[in-house]
Nanobody, 122 residues
Framework: VQLQASGGGLVQDGGSLRLSCVAS????????VGWFRQAPGKERGFVAT????????AYADSVKGRFVVSRDNAANTVYLQMKTLKPEDTAVYYC????????????????WGQGTLVTVSS
């Protein structure tokens, strides 16, 4: 499966953005999709994940209550709605997919998108 992430940009502190991750392939509903981010000088970290059916979601503590992950399997797309953004949310955001596995570990995802940059100004 190939993934294309988009929707990043420059936003002010407290603002909102919605990221999209569009996947190729015909069995998208069998893939869990995770969102990860990497800030300059830091390791890639978990943000959110959603199971193939969309029935299970998990979030990093730092984004709980501010970010919502959702998916539209008919459109082969996963979304990350980000609200109340903070400067510390500034990072390159990546989506990743793995068949059947529902996990928060980046090491367990095989397929990765190219990343989209989110910059939150103070």
């Amino acid at each position: 499966v190939q993934l294309q992430a988009s929707g990043g940009g420059l936003v002010q502190d407290g603002g909102s953005l919605r990221l999209s991750c569009v996947a190729s392939g015909r069995t998208f509903s069998t893939y869990s999709v995770g969102w990860f981010r990497q800030a300059p000088g830091k390791e890639r970290g978990f943000v959110a994940t959603i199971s193939g059916s969309g029935g299970n979601m998990a979030y990093a503590d730092s984004v709980k209550g501010r970010f919502v992950v959702s998916r539209d399997n008919a459109a082969n797309t996963v979304y990350l709605q980000m609200k109340t953004l903070k400067p510390e949310d500034t990072a390159v955001y990546y989506c990743a997919a793995e068949k059947w596995v529902y996990t928060t570990s980046p090491d367990e995802y095989t397929y990765w998108g190219q990343g989209t940059l989110v910059t939150v100004s103070s």
